[in-house]
């Protein structure tokens, strides 16, 4: 019987082995930092759930073809980061624009909170003036706290090249964010 | 045979060009009366523009056939308008002889639509301006797809022209790829290419190779 | 606000990049670059918060995923779609410029539940190639390819189970070149060819992908998938 606590691995087999409600395990355990990763990608709560939604079902259905369970987390980010791209590509041509900034606070909220949404409108909109790849690579290494060994294995770049992609885009965010204290 | 091979010639026979007004009609009773109107404005631009309308023929009738309501199925083909309109600005930067070859501007737009980025769509073009450019965005494409990087790719792509491969050949580039890095098992993206790089220009043909190397799931 | 992305930036001390790769101890930094390794680090403590308004995807994508079947590991069934894959056979089936294929459908329909039509010798042209379909569909009563190569007409394209064993199949001589499609089972269900390696967004807003097919010209073997 698997449960929350049960490895990847074996949750990866009890899906294959026909229990598709299993799947439902590794959605609540990866579905927050999915969702994440997309939201800080995109830019936009609604196309960032379309695009994990999108990849879980793209997950499922390849599932067989994950020769790693063990390394499921990467698999995941792998396609959510794809799927990303996709949408940013069809983006492209629709004009729809990049970043938008995310909703304040309520005004009924305490005055910190409404600073920190600030903040944040702040740090989304030097984020989403950073290319695709600069911004994926700061998002995985700062914000999911991935090693660049795991890094490589989500974009399938080499190890210095998402260095240089990080130091370069630490490099943009700092210059921009000067206001920020 | 005799019946089967009869009709295929039929078949052949009836296979001669037709124009844009006969793509229009293609649409006659397949397409809701409710989208017809939009979706015979945006393929009268796309004529006027001097872009190709079959792609946007054929969006109206796959969506049609799928259901799509009228609103979406409008969406979908004014998509694909705008594609095809940012394909053929990368096109005219891409490829000196102008007009372009027939049929640059759809393949740019299908690999657009397959997520490949302008900048790497415009590199390949401009490798072999003159050259059929589908099989080498469907190569990159792929490489993209199975995660590698998308200037990595276009480099073993161009790589792999400058050493004399060409047209379907340059789609094998992304399959030995793929099979690099499935072989390797824990091996990088980037070691695979590495392989595939020293392995140009002789990779293994896929007129010689199994079809499909990989597991996948059923489909129902 | 913009961000200078054109080369104005200052270069980070090394230092400050190893401290905040995890390899230095922020402590041992100058005071100056211990500000900015703070100010990044708070942006991205901003950017790990949940989103003021998540919307979880559970509900949708399981529902999603209850229509599909299991994605059951099918070593046997898999082997025996290879074998059928490799196994040299003649065409059943040609598919000229997509609009000819209106008129042609119901006779091409009939040329593919002829028996024995395997058995036929014909090849593709110089501009042409065979595509091979395979997929398994245990429970279906009938799986048909609709794609741009027929004017996505339903009718044109039947694949077989002429063992009844759930594996659909069939082929087709095919234009080079692109191609989308999806299989359509028991004339309703819409499903992408789990085998196909290539996708795209179909472009209509629900996130369903088409298959992609390149079929490679003249005296290939397969559609290159």
């Known amino acids: 019987m698997v449960n929350d606590s049960t490895p990847d691995g074996a949750v990866v087999a009890q899906v294959l082995g026909g229990d598709g409600e299993a799947f439902g395990i590794l959605i609540r355990r990866y579905e927050p930092g999915l969702l994440r990763f997309a939201t800080r990608m995109l830019g936009n709560p609604d196309a960032a759930a379309d695009a994990v939604a999108e990849s879980f079902v793209r997950a499922y259905r390849h599932l067989a073809q994950c020769r790693d369970p063990a390394r499921l987390r990467s698999w995941l980010y792998r396609i959510t980061g794809n799927r990303c791209r996709t949408h940013l590509a069809r983006r492209h041509t629709n004009d729809i624009p990049l970043s938008e900034a995310p909703p304040l606070a309520d005004p009924a909220d305490a005055w910190a909170v409404i600073e920190r949404g600030e903040q944040l409108a702040l740090v989304e909109r030097a984020l989403a003036a950073l290319s695709a790849e600069k911004r994926e690579a700061f998002v995985l290494k700062q914000v999911e706290g991935m090693s660049y060994e795991e890094m490589a294995q989500v974009t399938g770049a080499r190890i210095p090249t998402l260095k240089m992609r990080v130091h370069r885009a630490r490099e943009a965010l700092l210059a921009a964010l000067k206001e920020l204290v | 045979m005799k019946l089967e091979r009869s009709l295929l010639l039929a078949c052949v026979a009836l296979s001669s060009p037709l124009s844009a007004q006969d793509g229009k009609s293609r649409l006659e009773g397949r397409v809701p009366e409710a989208a017809r109107p939009a979706i015979d404005s945006l393929i009268a631009v796309a004529a006027a523009e001097s872009l190709p309308t079959e792609p946007l023929v054929q969006k109206a009738l796959e969506g049609s056939a799928k259901g799509v309501p009228a609103d979406r199925l409008v969406n979908g083909v004014r998509r694909g308008l705008l594609q095809l309109r940012e394909a053929r600005t990368i096109v005219v930067r891409a490829v000196p002889s102008q007009p372009a070859p027939e049929g640059h501007v759809a393949a740019v737009s299908a690999a657009l639509a397959r997520g490949l980025s302008p900048a790497v769509v415009e590199r390949l073009l401009t490798v072999a301006p003159d050259e059929p450019p589908v099989p080498a965005l469907h190569a990159a494409a792929d490489l993209v797809a199975h995660g590698f990087d998308p200037d990595s790719a276009s480099d073993v792509l161009i790589e792999a022209h400058n050493k004399g491969l060409r047209g379907d050949r340059l789609l094998d580039v992304a399959q030995a790829a793929d099979h690099e890095l499935q072989r390797s098992g824990g091996g990088t993206h980037a070691d695979a290419l590495a392989r595939v790089r020293a392995m140009l220009p002789n990779l293994p043909a896929a007129s010689s190779a199994t079809p499909v190397t990989r597991r996948a799931p059923k489909g129902s | ?225």
């Open chain 3, 1 to 225: 606000m913009i961000v200078d992305l054109g080369g104005g930036m200052t270069p980070i001390d090394p230092r400050l990049q190893e401290a905040l790769d995890g390899e230095r101890d922020p402590g041992e930094l100058p005071t100056d670059q211990r500000e900015a390794y703070a100010r990044l680090m708070n942006a991205a403590q901003l950017l790990a918060a949940p989103p003021a308004h998540p919307v979880s995807v559970a509900d949708r994508v399981m529902a999603e995923i209850r229509t599909m079947p299991p994605p059951v590991e099918l070593d046997s069934w898999w082997r025996r779609a290879t074998r059928w894959l490799t196994r040299p056979f003649a065409v059943t089936l040609r598919l000229r410029p997509a609009w000819t294929l209106g008129l042609a459908a119901a006779s091409l329909a009939a040329i593919l539940l002829l028996p024995g039509q395997r058995d036929s010798e014909i090849t593709p042209g110089a501009a042409e190639g065979i595509a091979q379909f395979v997929g398994q569909f245990p429970s279906a009563r009938s799986v048909e390819v609709v794609g741009s190569f027929n004017d996505w007409s339903r009718g044109s394209l039947h694949l077989r189970d002429e063992n009844h064993d759930g594996i659909w199949h069939g082929t087709a001589v095919l234009p080079a070149g692109q191609h989308e499609y999806m299989f359509v089972v028991d004339g309703e269900r819409w499903i992408a060819d789990p085998l196909a390696g290539r996708y795209v967004d179909d472009g209509f807003g629900a996130g369903r992908q088409n298959s992609v097919l390149i079929v490679r010209s003249a005296n290939m073997v397969d559609a290159s998938r």
